[in-house]
């Protein structure tokens, strides 16, 4: 069966490297639960900067996830990466089924966490023009 992904809007110019990647991988792990154990034939992933920080909500039609279900690596390691970097992850399933997983983390590299960056705080250099880049 077939996975229909939308994406939908922009990522600041600047984002923190360590931010960028608990992003990707979150939303990555995301994608991969949602094919592999919920049998979700639709995802959508909105992307929204406001502030200081990006929110990331990513939703699916697929079985959802029961109240007393424990949780595996893919959603601990998610819930740890947004940790990691001073956000936070929440994950719910709506009654009408499917799983909704919110994550909002910081824009501000003081704030992100130093896992991914250069140890001396040196802002590291990003071939993308200072524009904003879209996500299509």
Partial sequence: ?????EVRGT????????VEVAAYRIV????????????????VVDLAASGDALAIDIEDDGVGIARDAV???????????????GGALE??????GGARILVRLP???????????????HESADPEPAEERHVR
């Fill in 1 to 5: 069966a077939s996975q229909a992904v």
């Fill in 11 to 18: 990522l600041p110019a600047a984002v923190p490297p360590a």
């Fill in 28 to 43: 990555a792990e995301a994608l991969t639960n949602a094919r592999r154990h919920a049998g979700a034939r639709r995802v």
């Fill in 71 to 85: 949780g595996g690596v893919g959603l601990r390691s998610m819930r740890e990466r947004a940790e990691e970097v």
């Fill in 91 to 96: 994950l719910s399933s709506p009654p009408g």
């Fill in 107 to 121: 824009l501000r590299a003081e704030s992100a966490g130093s896992a991914e960056s250069d140890p001396a705080g």
